[in-house]
């Protein structure tokens, strides 16, 4: 049962995420709770930090930063909290799972703390926190419900994150989420597709499937060829034109998840396959069960099947140990893969994690110098793929957000088949514009490191239902019932 938090107004609310595609999913599921809750959300704050009634930051513990980041930002939440009699204030996510006691310790102004197992329980904890005006952190060890049964307020009409699985089975010496996670959990196929389908049928049309480890779903349930089945199934699902997944695991990525990808039609030909290092020693002291070779016989395997995927992924420079020579094998695979793409980390100590321990530390200036070398072999390569398009025809789903550059230059922005990113320019003509969730044919005029740019006239704008849905999710609703979109219950 939910409790509801009353007030003589509707109160209002805001979640701030921290951290990965996980972290917004379950964000999406915070916000659906206390929508049904009762709250409405608050306007969108000109800076991080809105003006609500509760405030909940779901947070992150891979990076450092997240921990200054998050403790800065309840700092100032103190005053802000001193100044609004009944406010309340919420941490959870993977830092709450972690730190636990230790967040009210360092800031008693908090209400709740939860985990990332407990997600559910947040509004009943509000409101005991409210009646006693103690603190109330709970922290289950185990996971209470799957977060896809959990209401959802999301922030797309068109696009939608789906979870297959959550926790994680390996034992990589650099992470500590399968200790805030747990073990891997699968979902069953036919919850899974129900939930696409009713996402489907609200004008969802671009899904990404879930997971620590997406492509070992089935683990529990003992079918290796789970996730490759999953796909294809997803493939006949009428009206859904996109599907993505996040993240692989290269010693778990085989040869029938390719052929899926290859021969569904609406699985786009993207893919995220996470490096961490080119050299074998690091791997080795990394424990991810991998070798650099086989890594890029997976690649070359991808593009034998699909010769123009794009293909992004995660590094991470400076791990314990790591030599002159194991960063040159880094910058080597860099070179042989010509990825669109990087996430680059510099490395930082996780207390909890073996590597926090390892010997052989590297130096932060040793650290930043490489990283910068990094980054630029990475962008270089990328601008010399996003180049060889220019000319070519792009299918761009347009999206909602434009940053401050599409402002100044009129421009909108969407997502090409292979997931980069495409800036237009905007019809002079407003029937011709694109909505977000709308689809057309653009050709690509120029390029950059991280986007592609189609200053010639859109060709082929197809009005799609995910556009009337963003349309219709504009319309302002009645005080009470909720802002943006609604909120759904997956049975």
């Known amino acids: 049962m939910t409790t509801q938090i009353t007030s003589s107004s509707p109160r209002t609310y805001q979640v701030i995420t921290y951290g990965c595609q996980m972290n917004v999913h379950d964000s999406e599921r915070i916000a659906g709770l206390l929508e049904q809750a009762g709250l409405v959300a608050a306007p969108e704050p000109s800076g991080e930090l809105a003006d609500a009634d509760v405030v909940?930051?779901?947070?992150?513990?891979?990076?450092?930063?997240?921990?200054?980041?998050?403790?800065?930002?309840?700092?100032?939440?103190?005053?802000?909290?001193?100044?609004?009699?009944?406010?309340?204030?919420?941490?959870?996510?993977?830092?709450?799972?972690?730190?636990?006691?230790?967040?009210?310790?360092?800031?008693?102004?908090?209400?709740?703390?939860?985990?990332?197992?407990?997600?559910?329980?947040?509004?009943?904890?509000?409101?005991?926190?409210?009646?006693?005006?103690?603190?109330?952190?709970?922290?289950?060890?185990?996971?209470?419900?799957?977060?896809?049964?959990?209401?959802?307020?999301?922030?797309?009409?068109?696009?939608?994150?789906?979870?297959?699985?959550?926790?994680?089975?390996?034992?990589?010496?650099?992470?500590?989420?399968?200790?805030?996670?747990?073990?891997?959990?699968?979902?069953?196929?036919?919850?899974?597709?129900?939930?696409?389908?009713?996402?489907?049928?609200?004008?969802?049309?671009?899904?990404?499937?879930?997971?620590?480890?997406?492509?070992?779903?089935?683990?529990?349930?003992?079918?290796?060829?789970?996730?490759?089945?999953?796909?294809?199934?997803?493939?006949?699902?009428?009206?859904?034109?996109?599907?993505?997944?996040?993240?692989?695991?290269?010693?778990?990525?085989?040869?029938?998840?390719?052929?899926?990808?290859?021969?569904?039609?609406?699985?786009?030909?993207?893919?995220?396959?996470?490096?961490?290092?080119?050299?074998?020693?690091?791997?080795?002291?990394?424990?991810?069960?991998?070798?650099?070779?086989?890594?890029?016989?997976?690649?070359?395997?991808?593009?034998?099947?699909?010769?123009?995927?794009?293909?992004?992924?995660?590094?991470?420079?400076?791990?314990?140990?790591?030599?002159?020579?194991?960063?040159?094998?880094?910058?080597?695979?860099?070179?042989?893969a010509r990825f669109s793409a990087a996430f680059t980390f510099q490395y930082s100590i996780r207390p909890g994690t073996p590597a926090a321990t390892m010997p052989d530390q590297i130096p932060a200036e040793v650290v930043q110098e490489r990283y910068e070398r990094l980054v630029a072999e990475i962008e270089q390569i990328a601008w010399e793929e996003n180049t060889s398009l220019v000319g070519s025809t792009a299918e761009v789903l347009f999206a909602a957000g434009e940053g401050r550059k599409d402002q100044a230059t009129t421009r909108i922005t969407g997502r090409a088949r292979d997931n980069r990113l495409v800036h237009v320019a905007k019809p002079d003509d407003p029937d011709l514009q694109p909505r977000p969730g709308d689809i057309a044919e653009l050709t690509i005029t120029r390029a950059a490191p991280h986007h592609l740019v189609a200053d010639a006239p859109i060709r082929n704008l197809r009005r799609t239902r995910g556009g009337d849905a963003w349309q219709a999710a504009q319309q302002p609703r009645p005080s009470g019932i909720g802002l943006g979109l609604p909120t759904i219950q997956v049975r």
């Open 56 to 336: 909940v930051f779901n947070t992150c513990a891979v990076r450092e930063n997240a921990d200054n980041r998050l403790y800065g930002n309840l700092g100032h939440m103190a005053r802000i909290k001193r100044e609004r009699p009944g406010m309340q204030i919420a941490v959870g996510g993977c830092m709450a799972q972690k730190d636990r006691d230790l967040v009210t310790t360092k800031a008693p102004w908090v209400d709740v703390v939860f985990g990332t197992n407990n997600v559910g329980s947040l509004p009943v904890l509000l409101e005991r926190a409210r009646i006693t005006e103690q603190a109330q952190v709970e922290i289950k060890e185990a996971l209470q419900t799957f977060p896809s049964n959990l209401p959802t307020r999301r922030d797309s009409a068109y696009a939608a994150w789906v979870s297959i699985s959550v926790g994680c089975n390996n034992t990589c010496t650099f992470c500590i989420v399968p200790s805030l996670r747990g073990k891997e959990t699968d979902r069953r196929p036919g919850e899974i597709l129900r939930e696409i389908s009713m996402l489907v049928d609200e004008g969802v049309q671009e899904i990404t499937l879930l997971g620590q480890n997406v492509n070992t779903y089935g683990v529990e349930f003992g079918d290796r060829s789970a996730f490759a089945q999953l796909l294809r199934s997803v493939g006949q699902v009428d009206g859904l034109e996109r599907v993505r997944f996040t993240s692989p695991h290269p010693a778990s990525f085989t040869n029938d998840v390719i052929e899926a990808m290859a021969e569904t039609h609406n699985v786009m030909p993207s893919l995220h396959m996470p490096l961490q290092s080119g050299s074998d020693a690091v791997l080795r002291a990394m424990r991810r069960s991998y070798r650099k070779d086989r890594f890029l016989r997976i690649l070359d395997d991808v593009r034998a099947a699909m010769p123009h995927a794009a293909i992004t992924t995660d590094i991470i420079v400076g791990f314990p140990g790591e030599t002159e020579a194991d960063f040159e094998q880094t910058l080597d695979v860099v070179r042989r």
